[in-house]
T-cell receptor, first 111, second 115 residues
Framework: SQKIEQNSEALNIQEGKTATLTCNYTNYSPAYLQWYRQDPGRGPVFLLL?????KEKRKERLKVTFDTTLKQSLFHITASQPADSATYLC??????????FGTGTSLTVIP | DTGVSQDPRHKITKRGQNVTFRCDPISEHNRLYWYRQTLGQGPEFLTYFQNEAQLEKSRLLSDRFSAERPKGSFSTLEIQRTEQGDSAMYLC?????????????FGPGTRLTVL
């Protein structure tokens, strides 16, 4: 079965710095990969998607990269703000129906 | 607010009781998912509906769990004879299709505590 690993340690960074979160997977390559944000007690909210034939996607202060050779995606938040503090989840989709989520990385941006 | 609602938001029950949760997806979405999320973990897939048909079920879904979507709109998830290990957040999500552009929209979840 697919195993998805994200930074196991919580990430604390200073406001204004770039946060980089990692998502590593084993076994088969997904058709696409998504990143979500989850705040405490709430459902995940979709942020960005990258397909297997894409290397990089950007949206405002967010950037996602996808390396199918390394079986890894990196999620970057530039010019981080305290409001970016949350748990960030990656999800892999192989076919259209099933999403496999990582354990999430907790990010705290310190003012 | 994503447009997906779940009820109740919190449920406390005693071991052995039955519980039922409801999910109302975005009205034009014909795909509906149920997930379970425990503390410190990501959501785990439980089951998937396309309209009223339950097309996929996870091996995690024991016989005590049943889900329905009778008219292809709202869905219910029932857990019979609850166990303490069932304590988790139960999340519902909907999407309009299965293409890569079809985003999943999650509800706020139902937090279940089994005493």
């Amino acid at each position: 079965s697919q195993k998805i690993e994200q930074n196991s340690e919580a990430l604390n960074i200073q406001e204004g710095k770039t946060a980089t979160l990692t998502c590593n997977y084993t076994n088969y390559s997904p058709a696409y990969l998504q990143w979500y944000r989850q705040d405490p007690g709430r459902g995940p909210v979709f942020l960005l998607l990258i397909r297997e034939n894409e290397k990089e996607k950007r949206k405002e202060r967010l950037k996602v990269t996808f390396d199918t050779t390394l079986k890894q995606s990196l999620f970057h938040i530039t010019a981080s703000q305290p409001a970016d503090s949350a748990t960030y989840l990656c999800a892999l989709v192989r076919t259209g129906n099933q999403f496999y989520f990582g354990t999430g990385t907790s990010l705290t941006v310190i003012p | 607010d994503t447009g997906v609602s779940q009820d109740p938001r919190h449920k406390i029950t005693k071991r052995g009781q039955n519980v039922t949760f409801r999910c109302d997806p975005i009205s034009e979405h014909n795909r509906l998912y149920w997930y379970r999320q425990t503390l410190g973990q990501g959501p785990e897939f439980l089951t998937y509906f396309q309209n009223e048909a339950q097309l996929e079920k996870s091996r995690l879904l024991s016989d005590r769990f049943s889900a329905e979507r009778p008219k292809g709109s709202f869905s219910t998830l029932e857990i019979q004879r609850t166990e303490q290990g069932d304590s988790a957040m139960y999340l519902c999500a909907s999407r309009s299709g299965t293409g890569w552009k079809d985003t999943q929209y999650f509800g706020p979840g139902t937090r279940l505590t089994v005493l």
